[in-house]
């Protein structure tokens, strides 16, 4: 289990950061690369449409559960 990281990132002109499991990190990454869009793409939009009392890094965690269920749900 790897330890949670701070990353920063520029989305929508602006400098933000989240903290992620390096687990989290590579299935955004692999999310953004099966999309064809740039990993700051795909975190502006999930921040874009989270819940404005959701920080960041659940939305992202939160993101990619809903991914990996729907990988396995019928």
């Known amino acids: 289990m790897s330890a949670v990281k701070k ?3 520029t989305i929508r002109g602006h ?6 499991e390096q687990a989290f990190l590579d299935d955004l990454q ?3 690369k099966n999309r064809d869009i740039a990993l700051a ?3 502006a939009e999930i921040d874009a449409s989270r819940p404005r009392d959701t ?8 993101f990619v ?3 990996a269920k ?3 749900s019928p």
Do not use: E, G, P, Y
Not at 55 to 62: G, V
């Open 30 to 32: 692999a999310i953004a």
């Open 55 to 62: 920080n960041l890094s659940s939305a992202l965690r939160l």
């Open 65 to 67: 559960l809903d991914a």
């Open 41 to 43: 793409a795909l975190i």
């Open 7 to 9: 990353r920063s990132v």
């Open 70 to 72: 729907r990988l396995v």
């Open 15 to 20: 400098r933000t950061s989240f903290s992620l």
